[in-house]
């Protein structure tokens, strides 16, 4: 069955950097897009960010972009969301996400939070 475990949140403060992983397994990872998408504290969740199976077409949010990058590597069934110049606002439970088979598929969630 089609898993997405995402890793990497955490505490860190503003200005700050962090990178989040999302192993996949359970579908060729090769063949589909990824994304990543948050949740902030009483909001509704967001697309942050996207890439597609080959890696090559990547889309931001205009609130990320020039901050944020989306990679993968479809040796290692990873797809990663390098976070730099961290501020406040983007706390949130940051998701992965595919579509497989007409289906979205969703990991748990890895919180991170920007405070000082």
């Known amino acids: 069955q089609v898993q997405l475990v995402e890793s990497g949140g955490g505490l860190v403060q503003p200005g700050g950097s962090l990178r989040l992983s999302c192993a996949a397994s359970?579908?060729?990872?090769?063949?589909?897009?990824m994304s990543w998408y948050r949740q902030p504290p009483g909001k509704e969740r967001e697309l942050v960010a996207s890439i597609s199976s080959s890696g090559i077409v990547t889309n931001y949010a205009n609130s990320v972009k020039g901050r944020f990058t989306i990679s993968r590597n479809n040796a290692k069934n990873t797809v990663y969301l390098q976070m730099n110049t961290l501020k406040p606002e983007d706390t949130a439970v940051y998701y992965c996400?595919?579509?497989?088979?007409?289906?979205?598929?969703w990991g748990q969630g890895t919180q991170v939070t920007v405070s000082s």
């Open positions: 359970g579908f060729t990872f090769s063949s589909y897009s």
């Open positions: 996400k595919t579509g497989y088979r007409d289906s979205d598929y």
